[in-house]
């Protein structure tokens, strides 16, 4: 089974899709199996983190700006290859195990759609794999 969910962003930030993915696996009735969530964009990311105190999402923002700055030697003509790094470094899709019916993500872990070059109109694929 596989559901794609739309997702409006608005500035670079962490937004957390884990009830989108949540209802994927209601939807399917999977018990046993895995959830795969893909983002289909070259400027943007999956990636699961800390849920609880949003000051953590703030903080890898910031640093992934310091690690990843725009620099003017970059030649993408779009202008953003800031964004393109920071999108590979943290990847594509994150895979989490369905156990008994529910995602078996840790107490303090969320599944977030990361944008790293918004606001922009984006989607994300969720593949639901019973095994
Ligand atoms: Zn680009």
Not at 57 to 86: I, M, W
Not at 106 to 120: K, S
């Amino acid at each position: 089974m596989l559901k794609v969910f739309k997702l409006n962003t608005g500035e670079e930030g962490f937004y957390n899709i884990t009830s989108y993915v949540r209802q994927a696996v209601n939807e399917s009735g999977v018990q046993e199996g895995i959830a795969v969530v893909f983002c289909p964009h070259t400027t943007a990311a999956i990636t699961i983190n800390e849920n609880a105190d949003p000051d953590v999402t703030e903080d890898l923002v910031y640093a992934f700006d310091k690690t990843f700055p725009s620099r003017p030697q970059f030649k993408h003509c779009e202008g953003n290859s800031h964004a393109h790094l920071k999108s590979s470094c943290v990847g594509a899709s994150e895979t989490v195990i369905i156990d008994d019916g529910a995602l078996a993500l840790g107490v303090w872990q969320a599944i977030y759609f990361v944008e790293f070059d918004g606001p922009r109109e984006r989607n994300f694929a969720v593949k639901i794999i019973k095994g």
